[in-house]
């Protein structure tokens, strides 16, 4: 008799416990779906986007579906994977889509020439805002669409910066 009772209890543990996988399973996949496809938190730091960014670093939120959907363009501060270094992100603002003559300071640290350039299909023109200390397209060149990761859209940590990034003045 105790041996019945044992099986039914058992039996509907592990029913229970089934059960509670399988929504587990399912929060586990919709937040990966939402991480990879939609948005993320990530951490962000250095010189290259002073004043928008600190140098110290933030906490921002990128968004994935703009650069999904092709609506990234000139203004936006975007996470982009490094083509030099594929295992490193930069963060930069967009300057130029293709199509767009971009004119920039080749050195600004030491010259004021001026070099133009039209953006080739399927490319984008980033730089940092703070010139005289970011890696970008102007070392770089022209950057593929393919490996802008997504659109930075707000920055959520240090709490006093809290909100949307404004653009650069």
């Known amino acids: ?3 019945l009772q044992f099986a039914k209890e058992w039996k509907s543990t592990a029913k229970e416990l089934v059960s509670h996988s399988f929504v587990f399973a399912q929060f586990l996949s919709l937040l990966h779906l939402s991480h990879t496809y939609i948005c993320s938190p990530t951490l962000v730091y250095g010189p290259s986007m002073l004043p928008t960014l600190n ?3 933030d906490v921002v939120l990128v968004e994935k579906l703009s ?5 990234v363009g000139s203004g936006d501060v975007v996470l982009v994977k490094s083509p030099e270094n594929p295992k490193k992100t930069i963060t930069k603002r967009i300057i130029g889509v293709e199509g767009d003559t971009v004119s920039f300071l080749v ?5 004021d020439r001026f070099h133009s350039i039209v953006v080739p299909k399927g490319h984008v023109w980033i730089q940092g805002d703070n010139i005289y200390a970011s890696h970008d397209s102007r070392q ?3 950057i593929p669409y393919g490996l802008i990761l997504g659109r930075v859209f707000c920055r959520v940590w240090p709490p006093e910066d809290f909100g949307p990034l404004r653009p650069l003045e």
């Open 67 to 71: 650069t999904l959907l092709g609506r």
């Open 140 to 142: 770089l060149g022209p």
């Open 55 to 57: 140098f110290t670093g």
């Open 1 to 3: 008799m105790k041996i």
């Open 107 to 111: 050195d600004p640290a030491n010259t």
